[in-house]
Structure formats: structure tokens, C-alpha cells
């Protein structure tokens, strides 16, 4: 879908996967005005499928496009296009329990601009792509870097949107950390290198007790969908549940350690090395973190009742 001259956009078509052709002068090759989404379609054990809250996506999305001046679909539109994209490719939703349908809406300046200045047009487009989980759920614990001196976002910036331009400054660092044999980058804040922010492509969360605590979002960290549901269900099961700036300090004191997203789900972090001090976090069987892991993994994929309207079902 191409926005019109209003801002507006019309339906789209659906076309076979395959390379688009794209104006040289684009705002999203030359200055990076783009965004990305991501969500899964998942199969119920009685072989439907359903899309985990793609209104919240679409929300995000739509306030990402704010701020880089880009035209977005209407909330209608985003969800009634994510559903066409994934009926269309049903057959390729993997069977229960098996993997997901991984959904990628982009959203981007298109239209012709020589000036360094937002596009005239925006694109709309999604496509779609059978995956199983990144971390493979709590399987596989996730060993973290936290980086010292690179920050993922500064206050002001646009961390706190999937702007595109986010994700390839820290490519450096985390193909340098996965050579020495971690999972993943930490990153601390841009001030005062002390607070903890988020992965490179997760948020993240410590237990302790009986209370979960994640770092507000604050303009440098990507509000979640998955935090905020993990949020709301620690809440319901009884445990307390913080937004909270959390010191490294204070983190490396954790009893346990878990990071969410669409792709990784809710991974628990079996350690955390910070200025070369390594420290291990409790991981799995009667851990918090594989409580919640198991209420979120049971809604989503159709095992337990939707009674909070988080699932959009296919027939729809
Ligand atoms: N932080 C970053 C930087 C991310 O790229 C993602 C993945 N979208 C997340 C957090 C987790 O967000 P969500 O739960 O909406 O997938």
C-alpha cells in the first residue's frame, strides 16, 4: 500500500513474495525514514490461528511513523492487512507447537526527495515467514554482555520507536560479543552508563522475591508488547510487578533474569558478565520466569482462554 497525496492510504494488493523496486531518491535508502514491525501467528492445538495483540503493533507503529513525519495506516487497516497477508500464506503457519508464522510489516519513505527532508509518499508493505523461536523459549538460556560504554539509544533519540536505524550501530558489538561466546548485548544508559535499558532486540526484566522489575521505557527503550503483557499477567498471578530504573548494580544482585519479545518470547538469562565479573541467575524449573513463560506460551498458543481480547482469530 502507497499513501495518497492526503496522507491516507487505499487498499493494497497481494502479491507473491519477491524483490520490489525502489526510487534512488527514497528517504528510506538515503536517510533511513523507516520502520519495522513484528508479530506472530501462532496454531491452536485445534488447528486455528490467531495473531498475538496486532492492534498493539499497529499502535506502535503508528507513533513511530509520528515521529519520523510519515503517513500510517489506520489501526483497521494494519490488522485487516496483517489478516489478509497470513490468510493468504496459511499453509505455510507451522502446526501446533511446532513454530509460528513470523509477520514483518515495514513501513517507509518511498517518494522521490533530494533535500534531506521526509518523503512525499509512504510504503506500507508485509511479508511473511515461517519461524520457530529465536532462543528456542527456556531451553536455551540466554548468557548477556552488558556493554559498558555503547549506549543503544540517547534520550531524545528514537529508541523508543522500531525506527530501522536503531538496529545496525550495534551490529558491531553484538557480532563481537557472540565471538566470545555470549547470546546477546546489554545495553546501559547513554548518561550515566549505570541503568540498565534493553537487549538488542529485547527488553528486559529481573526477578526478585516475589517482584518483577523492568526499566521504564522513557523515550530509549521499545515499548514491548510482550512487556507489557508479561506486566499485566505477573500482576493477575499474584506477584508484583515494577517499572523501575534498575542499577547494574542492583541487576548483577538479581535472583533471576529474563528478557521478552515477539521473537525470543520470554528467554530466561542463565548469566550477565559486566567489566569482566561473571553472575549467574537461577533459570529453569520452579523459577518465576518459567511461570510466566508458561502463561503467556499457554495463551498464545491457544491452550488456555482468551479472556482478555489479546488474540485476533483468522475467521474474523
Ligand atoms: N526491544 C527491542 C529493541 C526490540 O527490537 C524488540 C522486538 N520488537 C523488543 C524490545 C520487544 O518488543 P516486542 O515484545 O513488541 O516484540
Not at 520502520?35 to 503508528?62: C, D, H, S
Not at 507451522?94 to 533535500?115: C, D, E, W
Amino acid at each position: 500500500m502507497k499513501s495518497n497525496p492526503d496522507g491516507t492510504f487505499s487498499d493494497g494488493a497481494l502479491v507473491p513474495f519477491g524483490t520490489i523496486e525502489i526510487n534512488p531518491h527514497s528517504s528510506v535508502l538515503n536517510y533511513g525514514q523507516g520502520l519495522f514491525e513484528g508479530m506472530k501467528a501462532y496454531r491452536t492445538p485445534t488447528g486455528e490461528v490467531q495473531i498475538f495483540r496486532p492492534e498493539e503493533n499497529a499502535i506502535r507503529m503508528q507513533m513511530g511513523a509520528e515521529r519520523l513525519l510519515m503517513a500510517s495506516p489506520t489501526v483497521d487497516q494494519y490488522v485487516d492487512a496483517v489478516k489478509q497477508v497470513v490468510r493468504a500464506n496459511m499453509r505455510w503457519v507451522p502446526p501446533h507447537g511446532k513454530g509460528t508464522l513470523y509477520i514483518r510489516p515495514l513501513l517507509f519513505g518511498s517518494g522521490s526527495v533530494m533535500g534531506i527532508a521526509p518523503a512525499p509518499q509512504t510504503t506500507f508493505l508485509i511479508f511473511t515467514n515461517p519461524i520457530a523461536n529465536a532462543y528456542k523459549g527456556t531451553s536455551t538460556s540466554l548468557s548477556l554482555l552488558v556493554h559498558h560504554s555503547l549506549p543503544r539509544a540517547f534520550p531524545g533519540g528514537t529508541g523508543g520507536i522500531k525506527n530501522i536505524s536503531n538496529y545496525s550501530p550495534v551490529f558491531q558489538v553484538v557480532k563481537e560479543a557472540k565471538a566470545k561466546g555470549f547470546s546477546d548485548v546489554l545495553f546501559l544508559d547513554a548518561v550515566e552508563h549505570k541503568y540498565v535499558e534493553e537487549v538488542s532486540s529485547c527488553n528486559v526484566f529481573i526477578v526478585k522475591g516475589d517482584k518483577i522489575s523492568t526499566s521504564p521505557t522513557a523515550g530509549t527503550i521499545l515499548p514491548g508488547v510482550t512487556r507489557k503483557s508479561i506486566l499485566q499477567l505477573a500482576l493477575e498471578l499474584g506477584y508484583q510487578a515494577e517499572e523501575i530504573r534498575i542499577s547494574v548494580d542492583e541487576f548483577l544482585e538479581a535472583d533471576e533474569v529474563f528478557c521478552t519479545g515477539t521473537a525470543v518470547g520470554i528467554s530466561d538469562v542463565c548469566s550477565a558478565t559486566y567489566m569482566d565479573k561473571k553472575v549467574e541467575f537461577k533459570t529453569g524449573e520452579n523459577t518465576v520466569t518459567r511461570k510466566l513463560f508458561e502463561t503467556i506460551r499457554g495463551i498464545q498458543n491457544g491452550l488456555t482462554e482468551d479472556n482478555r481480547g489479546w488474540l485476533a482469530a483468522m475467521h474474523t
